[in-house]
């Protein structure tokens, strides 16, 4: 759904050595938290939200909008250490397997989700069931297509309106690569080896669900009931989300402060400023007026924080029915050349960004560097040429769109007005009411142009940053990307056992967006986060988010 130096070294290591143990490590970067000695447990917090594209249930949640309450409602197999993202466990007791092809997990026993309800192998197996199976429209049910037996699960009608009629009907409804053994066991059968399995489960795509969700999917999307350190308490459209601590929950990762309210903001200057009046307690991002000149930091003296993170920005091409000027990968990657990153970096984010070179975070191992080549070199000479040797911009204009609500205008006039200096076409940049509204018209096929896209890693994988992004029919592919030599190379890559050789595929894959340029690689993100004068331990994970279990009242 989430820098420049750091590396999380876990692709291609084995289950048991991998989750046999929790395993840690201190951030790259001291600056990230607080004295966790400080604050004291008990009181309530008040955080920048914004308003969830789907109903929040983790299987039909695949942005940070819904994905930031979710993480702490819902408990998973895997926990990633808000440090470094390294895997450990958290529901799993263990995770088993010799070949990378046949998985035991075994659930640790008396797990409960809110409602008391237990929490069993079946519920881990219905629910992945339920999300892989494509009639239930789940939008995270590609996570599942390594399983055995998913295939049959997928609708193959030519009917864009609904694939599953007549003949195109999905075979089955489970999936038989997924078996219950005993109430704490169950095994995962995959079509082919998958060397990084394990590292995936903390995904919140494969949450367990209790049977309420089951009785009525709309009503639990607008309450879940979860297993985690907070539970929803409401969700007041457009305006909030609170969550409440779980006083049953027996994990590791317990919650400090008694109350969370996400309030949902349209635009992060309002929210900002909150924060300097201390009636808003966090704000997960700086809007540009106040990162010029670091000028956060005089506003929030000791009560900021930067790190790298996994995650990056890009801009995506609508595919090409919707927008056909857009078509010829030599128009792409004119735009792409046309964009002068590092004064874009300078002006507006006050150098808390780092240039793109390529569509893998620097933060995960197997990352390459330059992999987009001379394409995200800005040189405004070459990106014309190539423009008119592609027979030029056919359109009226080229258009950016982005979400309103996000603090998204000032980077995208300004990459506009990069471009249309470099190749002599007017460039607009657009901005959607808000997130929600902007993600669905992706979703829709009704975006056109160019949109803003980010990528905020699920798990710590080179896999994370390609597989679900451009491979043919992925979940998050928004561009509909296709092209079987780079599925065939990511396939190859996930059944790879040596480390080495994994990461050499995955590189093998991304190189061939650059003769594509699918989406174009902008920047890294440093997050940047601020805080008020009441509230203490504010530590941002690996994943640029807010470790909420950290969190504490003054």
């Not at 007791?93 to 192998?121: C, M, R, V, W, Y």
């Amino acid at each position: 759904m989430r820098g420049t130096t750091r590396t999380v070294a876990v692709a291609a290591m084995s289950a048991v050595a991998l989750l046999a143990a929790g395993c840690g490590g201190g951030s790259s970067d001291d600056s990230s938290s607080t004295d966790a000695a400080g604050g004291s447990s008990g009181g309530e917090i008040t955080v920048f939200g914004c308003n969830p594209q789907n109903p929040l249930v983790p299987q039909n949640t695949g942005e940070t909008c819904g994905g930031d309450v979710l993480d702490p409602v819902f408990s998973k197999l895997v926990h990633y250490d808000s440090d470094t993202a390294a895997p450990e466990n958290d529901q799993a007791e263990s995770i088993e397997t010799d070949d990378n092809q046949n998985f035991t997990i075994k659930i640790k026993p008396d797990l409960k989700f809110h409602d008391g309800t237990p929490i069993t192998a079946e519920s881990f197996v219905k629910a992945w069931n339920y999300a892989a199976y494509a009639p239930n429209g789940m939008y995270n049910g590609y996570f599942f297509e390594p399983v055995e037996g998913f295939g049959d699960l997928q609708c193959t009608g030519t009917d864009e309106e609904d694939p599953c009629k007549g003949a195109g009907k999905a075979k089955k409804e489970e999936m038989s690569g997924l078996k219950v053994v005993d109430d704490t066991t169950f095994t995962i059968k995959t079509s082919q080896k998958v060397s990084n399995l394990p590292v995936r489960l903390g995904y919140q795509a494969f949450a367990a669900l209790p049977d309420a969700f089951y009785d009525d999917p709309d009503a639990f999307g607008d309450k879940p009931i979860g297993s985690g350190p907070y539970k929803l308490e409401a969700w007041n459209k457009e305006q909030s989300m609170v969550l409440v601590k779980n006083e049953d929950y027996t994990g590791d990762w317990p919650g400090k402060v008694d109350k969370i309210t996400f309030k949902i903001y349209q635009e992060v200057d309002p929210a900002y400023n909150d924060v300097l009046a201390d009636n808003l307690d966090i704000v997960t991002s700086i809007p540009a007026s106040a990162l010029i000149d670091d000028k956060y930091k005089s506003d929030l003296p000791d009560r900021n924080a930067q790190k790298e993170t996994g995650v990056i920005q890009t801009m995506t091409f609508a595919p090409e029915k919707v927008s056909p000027d857009y078509a010829d990968p030599k128009i792409r990657q004119a735009i792409s050349m046309a964009v002068d990153r590092d004064t874009i970096i300078t002006q507006i984010f006050n150098n808390t960004k780092v240039a793109a070179t390529g569509w893998v975070s620097p933060v995960v191992d197997g990352y390459k560097a330059d992999q987009c080549g001379e394409y995200c070199t800005y040189d405004p000479a070459k990106a014309k040429a190539l423009l008119d040797e592609a027979g030029g911009f056919k359109g009226k204009q080229i258009t950016l769109s982005y979400n309103a609500d996000g603090g998204h205008k000032e980077w995208t006039e300004a990459t506009c007005n990069s471009i249309k200096q470099a190749l002599g076409v007017d460039c607009v940049a657009k901005g959607v009411v808000d997130f929600a509204t902007f993600r669905a018209q992706i979703g829709e096929g009704k975006m056109q142009g160019i949109f803003r896209t980010g990528w905020q890693m699920d798990y710590p994988s080179i896999e994370n940053f390609l597989a679900p992004l451009y491979t043919t029919g992925a979940s998050s592919n928004d561009g509909k990307y296709s092209n079987p030599e780079f599925d065939k190379l990511i396939k190859d890559a996930a059944a790879a056992t040596d480390e080495a050789e994994a990461n050499s595929l995955y590189q093998q894959a991304e190189a061939l967006l650059a003769n594509d340029m699918p989406a174009v690689p902008l920047w890294y993100n440093k997050t940047v986060m601020g805080w008020s004068n009441k509230v203490d331990n504010v530590k941002i994970t690996a994943f640029g988010t807010v470790d909420y279990t950290a969190v504490t009242t003054k």
